[in-house]
């Protein structure tokens, strides 16, 4: 799979997704645990969260509770400038 940098990931709307995972233990199941995590994704549908929860349901043994989103778009397309000319002076 071709690796996609992190700057066009930015520029082509991804945004940093943060996630709080609360799932409960497995030895003791009233007890709630949090887990942060945090990767580019797109919204609406966020495939990337989505991937790692569907991973997390199969793979893992504490059965979520619950998961709150926050998002944030780190470039603009307002802040994005071309520039005509780029020189290195030493």
Partial sequence: MKQVSELKKLIE?????????LYRMPDHPKLLQSYL?????????YPALSK???FWSREL???????RVGTRRV??????IRADF?????
């Fill in 13 to 21: 709307g991804y945004r940093l997704v943060t996630a709080e995972i």
């Fill in 37 to 45: 995590w945090q990767d580019y994704d797109l919204e609406p549908k």
């Fill in 52 to 54: 790692f929860l569907d």
């Fill in 61 to 67: 043994e504490g059965p979520i509770h619950s998961v």
């Fill in 75 to 80: 470039i603009h397309p307002s802040e994005l």
């Fill in 86 to 90: 780029v020189a290195t002076i030493h």
